[in-house]
């Protein structure tokens, strides 16, 4: 389910707006808004967030916008900023933070919200980028979007909100770059370095300067010296002279604002470098400059940046050339860079979310209550959703379940057709294949016991066979007269009459071929009054070995 997300940048210019949609996976920027130009730094105190208000309301009513999630920033104009290393693992940090930074603020600890973005951190020790604003400027700002009938589910540092578009435009970048948000009335500096941020400074030069300043040195009136900045503003390269009189003292009033604004960019870098240098001793130097803001717009501006800085400089740029959105914007796309870099804070996911500004001002007093309106529509939505594929799934059993209904009485039916077949003597026929079961197995046992009984543990080898067999096994010319044959399991006792005790020994020989016959053993041999001899043979039949009991003795 789609869910939008409004990134809202509420300037001292204009209104600048980023509409996003994002997935359970996935984001997308979708569209980019500019009001028209209200100057409210021109205004009474009193008549800003009058005119403020109707400008967001205004631009949302123009453009149909609507968004359950905002997210904005306050000016670093009204931010303290301080890097700071504590000698603490990252969870216990925003329990010391007020109370380190409380040196360096000339206010009360209770007059003022704290928060932090984690840079890096160790179990030792923890890197971060702490901020501190006034309750009543946070106050303020969020009557102000409150009464565009919105509530910002994030209020951040603008100047580190850039540092989400890493997310974005400057995802593959590598190494380490500045974004350089030229605004109205301040310069924002983010520094990157390998995907993590570095350093956040606010200039208070920008844009505003340059127009008071073709509006002093050409002597022209407020109006007019905007028109100039915007349709005619340019600064003179050393290898491309300007011809015109007129566009050469131009660029020479922009310089007089420029030339230090770049310095202070550059001092940053200093400071950036010095700051990091602490934890490692060879920092890497800025490599890039993306530029953005409306000041970005002045022309020759990135390549004059370049020839004094001796670094790279571009303009950010969020879609193609021919997208929809660069064609509406034009040249304009890179003063909307702050909407973006808000709305991403909420709308980055996967594992771009873990690499967004942290910083939240809406905490204690300030926490943002949710809204739930929407919240009942989604419920019922997903639940409409889970009772179907919950009313599939039983029908799924339910079918499952009657086929295998049917199997089983099929299977039950044959059981006990089988049964009558085989036992058609029972009174009481069994009602279920378990009952017919149990009956065949005590009949089982019956028969196995009868087998015992009448094969006397011999099995297939009655008495009847034994005699077979022992007569098959004698030799014809060796003269017996068997006396008695006593079977006691698989043990055979023999008692007969011979010639001699060698016949006796032969008779003994012959049996013991037999595969069947074991332990063949002669008892006690007598000799009768006719003459013969009268012996004992005792013998087992199986594998089985004989016990004492089991031996008769003569």
């Known amino acids: 389910m789609l869910q939008k997300i409004l990134g809202l940048d509420i300037g001292s210019y204009s209104i600048k707006a980023a509409l996003f949609e994002t997935t359970f996976r996935s984001y997308e920027l979708t569209d980019l808004f500019e009001s028209a130009p209200f100057a409210?730094?021109?205004?009474?105190?009193?008549?800003?967030?009058?005119?403020?208000?109707?400008?967001?309301?205004?631009?949302?009513?123009?453009?149909?916008?609507?968004?359950?999630?905002?997210?904005?920033?306050?000016?670093?104009?009204?931010?303290?900023?301080?890097?700071?290393?504590?000698?603490?693992?990252?969870?216990?940090?925003?329990?010391?933070?007020?109370?380190?930074?409380?040196?360096?603020?000339?206010?009360?600890?209770?007059?003022?919200?704290?928060?932090?973005?984690?840079?890096?951190?160790?179990?030792?020790?923890?890197?971060?980028?702490?901020?501190?604003?006034?309750?009543?400027?946070?106050?303020?700002?969020?009557?102000?979007?409150?009464?565009?009938?919105?509530?910002?589910?994030?209020?951040?540092?603008?100047?580190?909100?850039?540092?989400?578009?890493?997310?974005?435009?400057?995802?593959?970048?590598?190494?380490?770059?500045?974004?350089?948000?030229?605004?109205?009335?301040?310069?924002?500096?983010?520094?990157?370095?390998?995907?993590?941020?570095?350093?956040?400074?606010?200039?208070?030069?920008?844009?505003?300067?340059?127009?008071?300043?073709?509006?002093?040195?050409?002597?022209?009136?407020?109006?007019?010296?905007?028109?100039?900045?915007?349709?005619?503003?340019?600064?003179?390269?050393?290898?491309?002279?300007?011809?015109?009189?007129?566009?050469?003292?131009?660029?020479?009033?922009?310089?007089?604002?420029?030339d230090p604004l770049i310095r202070e960019v550059l001092q940053t870098f200093h400071a950036y470098r010095a700051q990091v240098s602490k934890g490692n001793p060879s920092p890497q130097a800025v490599e890039r400059i993306y530029l953005c803001g409306g000041g970005s717009l002045l022309r020759n501006l990135s390549e004059y940046m370049n020839a004094i800085t001796n670094v790279p400089v571009n303009r950010l740029r969020f879609f193609p050339e021919d997208h929809e959105v660069s064609r509406k914007l034009g040249k304009k796309e890179p003063v909307l860079a702050q909407a973006v870099a808000l709305g991403l804070r909420a709308a980055a996911r996967g594992a771009a979310a873990k690499h967004v500004a942290s910083l939240n001002f809406r905490k204690n007093e300030f926490a943002f209550a949710r809204d739930f309106t929407g919240l009942k529509e989604k419920a019922v939505f997903f639940s409409k959703w889970i009772t179907a594929i919950f009313v599939l799934a039983l029908l799924h059993v339910g079918l499952r379940y009657e086929n295998l209904s049917r199997q089983n009485s099929r299977v039950e039916a044959a059981v006990l057709r089988t049964f009558r077949e085989i036992a058609p003597d029972v009174q009481n026929p069994p009602n279920n294949s378990t009952a017919a079961l149990k009956i065949l197995e005590e009949r089982i046992q019956k028969f196995r016991e009868k087998q015992e009984i009448l094969t006397a543990g011999l099995n297939e080898m009655t008495a009847l066979r034994i005699?077979?067999?022992?007569?098959?096994?004698?030799?014809?010319?060796?003269?017996?007269?068997?006396?008695?044959?006593?079977?006691?399991?698989?043990?055979?006792?023999?008692?007969?009459?011979?010639?001699?005790?060698?016949?006796?020994?032969?008779?003994?020989?012959?049996?013991?071929?037999?595969?069947?016959?074991?332990?063949?053993?002669?008892?006690?041999?007598?000799?009768?009054?006719?003459?013969k001899k009268t012996f004992q043979i005792t013998m087992s039949v199986g594998d089985e070995e004989p016990t004492p009991k089991d031996r008769r003795r003569p």
């Open 40 to 258: 409210a730094d021109e205004l009474a105190p009193e008549d800003r967030p009058v005119v403020i208000t109707e400008a967001i309301l205004r631009l949302l009513q123009d453009h149909s916008i609507a968004a359950p999630t905002v997210v904005t920033a306050i000016s670093g104009m009204g931010v303290s900023t301080r890097i700071l290393t504590l000698p603490l693992p990252a969870r216990q940090v925003s329990r010391v933070l007020p109370f380190e930074l409380e040196p360096f603020l000339p206010f009360d600890l209770d007059e003022i919200i704290v928060d932090h973005h984690l840079i890096s951190s160790s179990p030792t020790e923890s890197v971060c980028l702490a901020a501190a604003v006034k309750k009543a400027t946070l106050a303020e700002h969020v009557a102000l979007v409150k009464n565009a009938n919105l509530d910002p589910a994030f209020v951040g540092l603008d100047s580190l909100m850039l540092y989400n578009l890493s997310q974005m435009t400057l995802s593959r970048d590598p190494g380490t770059y500045a974004i350089v948000d030229i605004g109205h009335q301040k310069t924002s500096v983010c520094v990157v370095s390998n995907g993590n941020i570095q350093y956040v400074r606010t200039i208070f030069t920008a844009g505003k300067s340059i127009t008071d300043t073709i509006r002093e040195e050409l002597d022209l009136t407020l109006e007019q010296a905007v028109e100039v900045k915007h349709n005619h503003g340019i600064l003179e390269l050393e290898n491309q002279p300007l011809k015109s009189p007129d566009l050469r003292r131009l660029s020479a009033a922009i310089r007089t604002v420029v």
């Open 467 to 531: 005699l077979r067999e022992i007569s098959a096994m004698l030799p014809p010319d060796l003269p017996i007269d068997a006396q008695e044959l006593t079977i006691n399991r698989n043990t055979v006792t023999i008692r007969a009459n011979t010639d001699s005790l060698a016949s006796v020994d032969g008779i003994i020989a012959s049996l013991q071929q037999h595969s069947k016959f074991k332990k063949i053993e002669r008892g006690d041999t007598r000799e009768s009054a006719d003459g």
